[in-house]
């Protein structure tokens, strides 16, 4: 079982700053894709930020050069900071991995609970 917990979100004026965490934990035997993705009321989920394994990444337009994603192999956490914030940043955000938890299976998609960011003064 492979368990994602997501933490700091919450409420940020216009123009602040956020850093979100998500621990990775249970029997995953490796990881090919860790991410961010988030739902605002209405909408469909959207992709936020990718890290492959090797170190590639990839943004969505609207977050470019405002939000970065990265890692900490040793921690198996993956963050995502988020400056400049603004009022349609405000959704909830889920963390996602894509790995295996054997050898033998293939990769999977991995949710966690999702944790809400407000932007609002």
Do not use: H
Request: glycine share 10%; hydrophobic share 30%; with cysteine.
């Amino acid at each position: 079982q492979v368990q994602l917990v997501e933490t700091g979100g919450g409420l940020v004026q216009p123009g602040g700053s956020l850093r979100l965490s998500c621990a990775v934990s249970g029997s995953i035997f490796s990881i090919n894709t860790r991410g961010w993705y988030r739902q605002a009321p209405g909408k469909q989920r959207e992709l936020v930020a990718t890290l492959t394994t090797t170190g590639s990444t990839n943004y969505a337009d609207s977050v470019k050069g405002r939000f970065t994603i990265s890692r900490d192999n040793a921690k198996n956490t993956v963050y995502l900071q988020m400056n400049s914030l603004k009022a349609e940043d405000t959704a909830v955000y889920y963390c996602n991995v894509r790995g295996k938890t054997t050898p033998w299976r293939t990769n999977d998609n991995y949710w966690g609970q999702g944790t809400q960011v407000l932007v609002s003064s």
